[in-house]
């Protein structure tokens, strides 16, 4: 008699198979029809929902979420003014209140199945005290979540006067990513030089790299080209990722055929913010108002890895937000126009299996021999999960379910009509 920790019973997988999973300890040991006769301390029955690996965001700011209205909220809804409001409440934040706001929005993230963050950390900061909190918070939640984390130079790595050695410093602490934003630089040689110096640190270190990217409506904002070949000289490919990239909707199209091969052979992945990006892009606009996306199809036609990223939730950037990636990738399907059933069902592979792959996560996936972290949606498939964007019924963290939600159906009283509606798709 097979005996088991936790057992999912007859749920769909996101490629469409029904399958039972069998979970010991943090792992996952058998995925498929069970023996006869398993027994597990605890079966959650997932007949007829989805049963995903766990949602993975590669774009987060840990250190200044849940900090909307401190001091004051963005009257601009500007990039520009909310790195501004920030400057303002870095001065006044402490290591305790960021963890704790860590902390909650980590409750948030673990209800909605969101088990894997990449955040920026601000290294403009003589003390660090971002750093060291976010520090405090990646080990208190790496029972459940896993919090990778970006030494991110806001002011300027070259721009602002301590942020080189500052940055330096957090690598030194433990922060595992390189980060950097050119089009924040004074000049557009100051951006490459900062992106040169990067990609070299990173080199030496054996580290990835994630560039806040060519975050303008610039089209002439091109970073990214020399991005990807600070990449290919340093020979970081597959280790880089562009974050936003949004100069490129704007870009000439003749330009971007020259480029996007380019971001190929470099091996760098891209991280569009659609919630974001849809909302501080074009500001500068009248009409016609230009969409704030990247090239997201043309990319991934041109074989480039993206994945689609949340950025903020209530923070000096963004008023909104929830945690859940779903949210995200129903954003980012409307905004660059991803309707067809195949190019959705890639925009909810893309906030899972792509956004593990852009981070490195091992151990991903629902087959046996992996982290037994998985997600329990009320859907039935991945399409209708980003229609329904639906409760997460249950949430499994390397072995352990540490949330549930209750299933959303509403009664009805209309004479006549089923007194139970849950609005799955019919077909
Ligand atoms: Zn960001």
């Known amino acids: 008699m097979a005996e088991f920790d936790l057992i999912v019973t007859g749920g769909t997988l996101p490629d469409g198979r029904v399958a039972d999973i069998a979970i010991r300890g943090d792992r996952i040991v058998a995925v498929g029809a069970l023996p006869e006769g398993a027994i597990a301390g605890e079966v959650i029955d997932a007949t007829g929902d989805l049963v995903s690996p766990p949602f993975v965001d590669p774009h987060f700011h840990m250190d200044a979420t849940l900090s909307y209205g401190l001091p004051r909220v963005n009257a601009s809804g500007t990039l520009l003014e909310g790195i501004a409001l920030w400057g303002e409440l870095k001065r006044i934040v402490t290591v305790e209140e960021m963890v704790e706001r860590g902390l909650q929005y980590c409750d948030w993230a673990a209800s909605m199945g ?137 870009m000439d199209n003749y330009y971007v055929s020259k480029l996007l091969p380019l971001i190929a052979e470099a091996g760098i992945s891209a991280i569009p913010n659609p919630l974001i990006n849809i909302m501080l892009q074009g500001r500068h606009d009248s009409f016609p108002k230009r969409r704030g996306l990247t090239r997201v199809r043309e990319m991934q036609a041109a074989g480039i890895r993206v994945g689609w990223g949340q950025d903020c939730v209530l923070d000096p950037w963004y008023s909104l937000g929830t945690a859940d990636m779903l949210d995200v990738a129903f954003m980012g399907l409307h905004v660059a126009q991803m309707s067809h059933p195949a190019e959705m069902a890639r925009c909810f592979e893309m906030v899972t299996e792509t956004n593990a792959a852009i981070l490195g996560l091992d151990g991903y996936g629902i087959a046996a021999g992996k982290t037994a972290s998985l997600v329990v949606l009320d859907a039935k498939d991945p399409v209708d999960a980003l229609r329904l964007r639906p409760a997460r019924l249950a949430v499994v963290s390397k072995g352990r379910v540490i949330a549930r939600s209750p299933r959303a159906d509403a009664t009805l009283a209309i004479p006549g009509r089923p007194g139970t509606v849950r609005r799955r798709s019919p077909r």
């Open 114 to 250: 969101l088990l894997a963050i990449r955040s920026h950390v601000d290294t403009c900061d003589d003390r660090l005290l971002g750093v060291q909190a976010m520090l405090e918070l990646r080990e208190k939640v790496k029972g459940y979540i896993d919090l990778q984390l970006v030494a991110f130079p806001q002011d300027g790595f070259l721009r602002d006067p301590t942020a080189r050695a500052n940055t330096i410093r957090a690598l030194d602490m433990g922060v595992e990513v390189v980060g950097g934003i050119p089009h924040f630089e004074r000049t557009m040689a100051d951006g490459a030089a900062s992106l040169a110096e990067l990609c070299r640190i990173a080199a030496e270190r054996g580290l990835m790299v994630d560039i806040h990217c060519d975050e303008t409506d610039d089209p002439m904002s091109r970073h990214i080209e020399t991005l990807a070949d600070e990449t290919i000289r340093h020979g970081l490919q597959g280790r880089v990722a562009g974050s936003h990239l949004t100069s490129m909707h704007s």
